[in-house]
């Protein structure tokens, strides 16, 4: 069985989290501007997936890590969020903590 592609939601998400439009989106990642909010709608509806260089740029501009794009719950995306935010030494410290339990 084929699971729902999860890179629309979730792009529409952080893009609306971070109060910009599609457009202001499209320009800031480098599209052009006559073309840039009827690209991003159609990754936001998904007509069209992104390129991984385009879904970085978009990650950058959104403060979100790569894999949020790919996460297929609510919670899985939260906790990426909450861990790409961590040092790497805390980021050891959850795993030894999460793997002695």
């Given at each position: 069985m084929q699971?729902?592609?999860?890179?629309?939601?979730?792009?529409?998400?952080?893009?609306?989290?971070?109060?910009l439009t599609?457009?202001?989106?499209g320009?800031?990642?480098g599209m052009?501007?006559?073309s840039?909010s009827g690209r991003?709608n159609?990754?936001?509806?998904?007509?069209?997936?992104?390129?991984v260089?385009?879904?970085?740029?978009?990650?950058?501009?959104?403060?979100v890590?790569?894999?949020?794009?790919?996460?297929?719950n609510?919670?899985?995306?939260?906790?990426?969020?909450?861990i790409?935010?961590?040092?790497?030494?805390?980021?050891?410290?959850?795993?030894?903590?999460?793997?002695n339990?």
């Amino acid at each position: 069985m084929q699971t729902e592609n999860p890179i629309p939601a979730r792009l529409k998400a952080a893009r609306k989290k971070a109060q910009l439009t599609q457009k202001e989106l499209g320009v800031r990642i480098g599209m052009d501007e006559s073309s840039a909010s009827g690209r991003m709608n159609h990754y936001e509806k998904g007509r069209h997936t992104p390129d991984v260089a385009t879904l970085q740029r978009m990650a950058k501009e959104l403060g979100v890590p790569l894999n949020y794009f790919f996460c297929e719950n609510e919670t899985t995306a939260e906790l990426v969020c909450l861990i790409s935010k961590m040092t790497e030494d805390e980021q050891k410290q959850l795993i030894s903590k999460l793997s002695n339990n």
